[in-house]
């Protein structure tokens, strides 16, 4: 499904994908009918209707399957209808255009976790704490302010108050994330 649709597709443009190569590459030809289509998305799969949503978000893929935003929004669609390879997939797309972002990987890892696949599911956990260590060397060179990954800014599950210690990075499903430093 994914595949048939946007994927393997991706990285078929030449010049490679920008976060503002998709308001670019849709001006002039539709580009606040892709903005409504997303707006449209996310209201859908804020009221439970994630199939919906699902056909928005490739509205605009089809235009342009570079655009970070609907690819993330296609993730979370994927995984409220319970499509755990489509996410892997999709989550990996992500990656391949923007692998600064830790929380692509957090989501690949959950994925795969949920399906079982627990050492790839690791992989992607350290590959998310090795994004998180990375950044934190580029903005302080020195060392001298840096952060460990335990103490950046995770997203864990929200029970009844703080969460218990992990030892690695700690996630919950989309619709039940509450940011904690730790």
């Known amino acids: ?12 443009r030449p010049d490679g994908p920008t976060q503002e190569g998709s ?13 409504r289509s997303l707006q449209e998305a996310e209201r859908l799969l804020r009221l439970g209707e994630p199939e919906q949503a699902l056909r928005r978000v490739r509205l605009v893929l089809r235009r342009d399957p570079d655009h970070l935003g609907a690819l993330e929004l ?11 390879e489509e996410v892997v997939l999709c989550s990996r797309r992500l990656e391949s255009l923007y692998p600064y972002e830790p929380g692509y990987f957090v989501t690949e890892g959950e994925a795969l976790r949920e399906l079982g696949r627990l050492e790839e599911a690791r992989a992607a956990f350290r590959r998310a704490e090795e994004t998180i260590r990375l950044a934190a ?7 001298e302010d840096r952060l460990t990954p335990t103490h950046a800014v995770v997203e864990v599950p929200v029970a009844d108050g703080l969460p218990e210690p992990a ?3 700690a996630v919950a499903q989309p619709h039940n994330r509450k940011v904690w430093t730790v």
């Open 23 to 35: 308001v670019t590459k849709m001006a002039g030809d539709g580009r606040a009918n892709g903005w």
């Open 1 to 12: 499904m994914l595949e048939s649709e946007i994927g393997f597709r991706f990285g078929a």
């Open 167 to 169: 030892d690695s990075l």
């Open 137 to 143: 060397e580029k903005a302080d060179p020195t060392g």
């Open 74 to 84: 296609m993730a979370k669609a994927l995984w409220a209808v319970g499509q755990l």
